[in-house]
């Protein structure tokens, strides 16, 4: 679990936070600690400085990272044996500290206009000074892993190994991406005021905590789908959790703490549930089985992080029932005690994950192993039958998340909306809850297995996923239920999720995504880009690449089927003739593309499909043959219900510009003046009436 490491993140402000931000006290840039509050800050900072570090040396013990090498094998030496865990250490708090004042900034705090207020000013600052110092640290890393890796002291490596580690290999390059990212996070944290560039920053270091994540510790387990998608929603859930809490501690002395925790404190019951869930998940795959949980040093960590979880648990019920009710009345004590412990064993939880990354697990890497497997994380399916197909699940987590999450978010907001008397259409709901269920089955179910190993199967997954889907989702007008469900803050100055929203719908982004042919263009690059050139293989090879593929599968026909038929607000509606006409286009491109695919003689992606092509289907060539006439196939029915939609929005459009122009004639008649249809009336008898004029 991620949890923010104590690191020097001192940084005096000065400048716009100098500004007193609570009456009675010194304002927050005069002579604060890390954590605010002078030598307080600097207490809680050490307390739990020394806790990371304490159970970091005593769990890499435990766990059997800090065995002697096996005589005759290369040993890195003591120096990167003990700094390789220390720097990583202190890069995932440096990490979670970044997210943590970037999105406070942002989010939580309110905001002078278009501004971030001064606690805002000084957070920024401060994820500035720490996303400099995980830069180096990722980099450091780097440095330390390939002498790990390559079983060599600091003094022997060469720069063309670090290199070369940093450019071919997936791991070296994580590192370098978040190293990347984190100096962009700095940069943007330092010379930037407004909250949208702390919006920004914030999501930047989100994505800066995922490349390790994905392409390390979990990657080469098996059943990777879960481990790699879990560790990658655990680690993201716990720097949100705990580094919202030191961003709190940072502005404890500001008035607008109350609001701040209370929105925190919504956030962060998330955040437990997510960390719990998906910590669960990652060490099942990790274990094997349930008696590893006492019967292996591994799974002892484990039990310990289980249990720094159920206290952490049990610290923020007591800051729900004590804490925030205790802000409310003016006691920011009782709550300043509290965030501060539960940052020491946060931070004491940190060194338990670090530990665990560097444990070996109880699962071990077979001598033997099927390189199908290892390639697709799961044995080889066998024929497909209809058991196959809706039975042995392949559950992806980030796309079940999203259908549960989505899920939920409608329903509370339809219940919403009903208990405020106010009536929402059940099509609707069924056409949105229908999208998310496809897309669960689509992507989890045992036919996603036969989409790795069959081009027929992805196909079959591409369409549905592209056409299906959106439509279905796009019929669910989920903007705009958002937009009549959520509330507005209540507080001045916050931006809630409705506000940030509508920024989102008029950002430029925004209208740059959902004009006609810029998603026209997205969709039709996802049938050709894809399939004739190199990309789909290297994308198959990938599990970050095939879930960013199955996801722009989605978020392309979610565009171009929103810009064709939604009914949510955004981009200004375009007559509907155009409409059809791009529809017709969308249409032409997907048809072409089916012919051509059918006319391909050779095997597309073959360093992929050739390898992992099962004994008992027909040869590559011919299953692509059939995926071709299922691409060329499946949009005819999507394609003519949309037209349906079309035609009948068009129809209702016309009637409703007729009944505006029968209201307007009517009022004409009744105050005696003339409306537009009596003034083209007039104006086109006058033309039959001119000389030469037939």
Request: charged share 10%; net charge positive; proline share 6%.
């Amino acid at each position: 679990m991620a949890a923010p490491a104590a690191t020097g993140v001192a940084a005096s402000a000065t400048g716009p936070a100098a500004t007193a931000d609570a009456p009675g006290t010194s304002g927050p840039g005069t002579g604060a600690g890390p954590l605010g509050g002078g030598p307080r800050g600097w207490l809680v900072l050490l307390v739990a400085a020394g806790s990371a570090v304490a159970v970091l040396l005593l769990a890499l013990r435990t766990g059997g990272a800090l065995a002697a090498a096996i005589p005759g094998l290369p040993d890195p030496g003591p120096v990167t044996t003990w700094a390789l865990p220390a720097v990583r250490l202190l890069a995932d708090g440096l990490g979670t500290l970044t997210v943590g004042f970037a999105v406070t900034a942002a989010f939580l705090l309110p905001g002078d206009g278009t501004s971030v207020s001064a606690h805002g000013w000084l957070l920024l600052r401060r994820a500035g000074l720490a996303a400099a110092g995980w830069a180096v640290a990722s980099l450091t890393l780097l440095v330390l892993t390939v002498s790990d890796l390559l079983g060599a002291p600091l003094d022997r490596l060469g720069a063309v190994s670090v290199v070369s580690f940093g450019v071919d290999i997936t791991q070296g390059r994580s590192l370098l991406v978040q190293a990347g990212l984190a100096a962009v996070v700095a940069v943007a944290a330092r010379v930037g005021v407004s909250r949208r560039t702390a919006a920004v920053a914030a999501g930047l270091a989100l994505v800066g905590l995922l490349p390790p994540a994905l392409t390390g510790h979990a990657a080469g387990a098996g059943n990777h789908q879960i481990a790699v998608s879990s560790l990658a929603l655990h680690v993201l859930a716990a720097a949100l959790w705990a580094g919202g809490l030191a961003a709190l501690l940072t502005v404890r002395r500001s008035r607008h703490l109350p609001g701040a925790a209370g929105r925190y404190s919504r956030l962060a019951l998330a955040c437990f549930v997510a960390v719990t869930v998906s910590g669960l998940a990652n060490a099942a795959v990790r274990l094997g089985a349930v008696d590893q949980l006492w019967q292996s040093r591994y799974g002892w960590l484990v039990l310990g992080k289980l249990a720094a979880l159920v206290l952490l648990g049990l610290l923020g019920a007591a800051h729900r029932t004590r804490a925030l009710p205790g802000l409310a009345a003016g006691r920011r004590n009782a709550f300043a005690c509290l965030a501060a412990g539960e940052l020491v064993v946060f931070a004491a939880t940190i060194g338990l994950a670090v530990a665990l990354s560097r444990s070996p697990a109880p699962v071990p890497e077979p001598v033997d192993a099927d390189p199908v497997t290892e390639v697709l994380g799961f044995p080889m399916p066998a024929a497909p039958t209809a058991a196959h197909l809706l039975g042995q699940p392949l559950p992806e987590l980030f796309l079940l998340t999203v259908t549960v999450v989505g899920i939920g978010g409608y329903l509370a907001g339809v219940r919403r909306l009903r208990r405020g008397g106010h009536h929402w259409p059940v099509a609707r709901t069924a056409s949105w809850l229908g999208g998310l269920l496809v897309l669960a089955a689509a992507t989890g179910l045992g036919f996603a297995r036969y989409a790795y190993v069959l081009f027929s199967a992805h196909m079959a997954q591409h369409m549905v996923l592209s056409m299906l889907v959106p439509i279905l989702l796009v019929g669910g007008a989920p903007v705009t239920l958002a937009l009549r469900a959520l509330r507005r803050p209540t507080e001045p100055g916050v931006r809630g999720a409705r506000e940030w929203l509508l920024r989102a719908l008029h950002s430029r982004p925004a209208r740059l995504l959902t004009h006609p042919l810029v998603a026209l263009g997205s969709y039709t690059t996802g049938l050709f880009g894809l399939y004739f050139s190199d990309l789909l293989g290297t994308l198959m090879r990938s599990h970050l690449g095939h879930l960013a593929m199955l996801g722009h599968f989605v978020a392309s026909g979610y565009l171009l089927f929103w810009v064709l038929i939604g009914t949510d607000p955004g981009r200004p509606r375009l007559p509907h003739p155009v409409l059809v006409l791009i529809h017709l286009a969308s249409m032409m491109a997907h048809g072409f593309f089916g012919l051509a695919l059918m006319q391909t003689t050779t095997v597309i992606a073959p360093d992929w499909y050739l390898g992992v092509h099962p004994d008992w289907a027909a040869s590559p060539l011919e299953d692509q043959r059939l995926g071709a006439g299922i691409a060329w196939a499946f949009g005819e029915i999507p394609a003519a219900v949309v037209m349906i939609l079309l035609v009948r929005q068009w129809i209702r459009a016309d009637r409703r510009e007729q009944r505006r122009l029968d209201r307007a004639a009517d009022r004409a008649e009744a105050t005696g003046a003339e409306d537009d249809l009596a003034r083209y009336n007039a104006f086109l008898a006058a033309a039959a009436r001119e000389p030469g004029r037939n």
